[in-house]
C-alpha cells in the first residue's frame, strides 16, 4: 500500500493577503553571509569567509506572527472562558492529538455566496447528497469560495460561514475538529456587521465561534486545496504547535490518501 499526501496549508508570507492589515505576518530573510554576527557569538574572530564554504554561516528567518497567522488550528480557548457548560476551555497545548489524526469529510459550500451563514439543513443535505454519516471525531472541512480567493486583497470577506445550529449539528455528532478554507470559521465580519445593525442582535457575532461554550471543539482556518478532495476516503492530519497556553497553533495540514 502506498500514500498520497496532498498539503492543505496556505504559505506564510509577506506579500499574499491572508489577512487584515493590522494582524499580517512579517518575515526578514537573513542570508549566509547576514548571520556571521550571530554565529561569532559561539565562534569569536571567526569571519564569513572562513566558514565552511566560505559563504558565511547560515541562512535563517526572523518572524513576526500571531498564533492565527496562515493555516492554523484554534482551540477552544479561543473562543470563550469556558467550554461544555462551564468547564475551563482547553488551550492549544491541552487539545487531544487523537483529535487531529482522523478521517476527514468535505462538505461543498462553494456555491453558496460570501456572507452566507450555513444552517443545520444545509449540513444535513450536503450529507445525504455526498452519502455520509458522520461518525465521531470525523474531521470535517467546509469548501468555500474563499478557497480560491488566496490572494485577492478582500480574502477576509469572501466566502460562507459556520452558524451557531450547524456548528452544533456537528458537534453533536461527536465531531471535535472541523476546518474551512475561509479566514473564519463564522461568515466574514463584514456581513456579521451589517446583520447586527440590522437586528440588533449581537448574539450573531461570532455565533459558529460561540458553540465552544457548549461543547468544545477546535477548527482549522485558511486550509487550501479542499476543491482537489473528495468528500470522503483520506484521513487529515493538523497537529498543532505546542505553544503554551496559547489559543492556537499553526499546523501543516495534510490529507492523506492510502492507496
Not at 453558496?112 to 470525523?138: C, F, M, N, S, Y
Not at 472541512?141 to 478557497?147: D, H, S, V
Request: aromatic letters at 10%; a negative charge; one cysteine or more.
Amino acid at each position: 500500500m502506498t500514500r498520497r499526501f496532498v498539503d492543505l496549508s496556505i504559505y506564510l508570507e509577506n506579500d499574499v493577503i491572508t489577512d487584515p492589515p493590522f494582524m499580517r505576518p512579517k518575515i526578514t530573510y537573513q542570508t549566509h553571509a547576514e548571520t556571521v554576527v550571530e554565529a561569532q557569538h559561539f565562534f569569536p574572530g571567526v569571519a564569513a569567509e572562513d566558514f565552511p564554504g566560505g559563504e558565511g554561516f547560515a541562512a535563517a528567518e526572523v518572524i513576526t506572527l500571531t498564533s492565527h497567522n496562515g493555516t492554523h488550528l484554534d482551540a477552544p480557548w479561543h473562543y470563550d472562558p469556558t467550554m461544555d457548560g462551564g468547564k475551563p476551555a482547553m488551550t492549544i497545548d491541552e487539545v487531544p492529538l487523537d483529535w487531529c489524526f482522523r478521517p476527514g469529510i468535505k462538505l461543498d459550500f462553494r456555491h453558496l455566496p460570501d456572507g452566507h451563514v450555513v444552517t443545520a439543513a444545509e449540513v444535513e443535505a450536503e450529507l445525504k447528497r455526498i452519502g455520509v454519516e458522520l461518525q465521531p471525531l470525523d474531521i470535517v472541512l467546509i469548501n468555500t469560495a474563499a478557497g480560491m480567493a488566496v490572494g485577492n486583497p478582500n480574502f477576509v470577506n469572501i466566502g460562507c460561514g459556520m452558524g451557531y445550529e450547524s456548528t452544533m449539528y456537528l458537534l453533536e455528532r461527536g465531531v471535535r475538529v472541523t476546518g474551512t478554507d475561509a479566514w473564519s470559521w463564522d461568515a466574514p465580519f463584514s456581513y456579521t456587521a451589517e446583520r447586527v445593525k440590522q437586528t440588533g442582535d449581537h448574539s450573531l457575532i461570532w455565533e459558529g465561534h460561540k458553540a465552544g461554550r457548549d461543547i468544545g471543539y477546535c477548527h482549522l482556518e485558511k486550509l487550501h486545496n479542499l476543491e482537489v478532495l473528495p468528500p470522503s476516503g483520506f484521513t487529515v492530519s493538523c497537529f498543532p504547535h505546542k505553544i503554551r497556553g496559547a489559543s492556537a497553533g499553526w499546523t501543516r495540514a495534510v490529507a492523506i490518501f492510502d492507496e
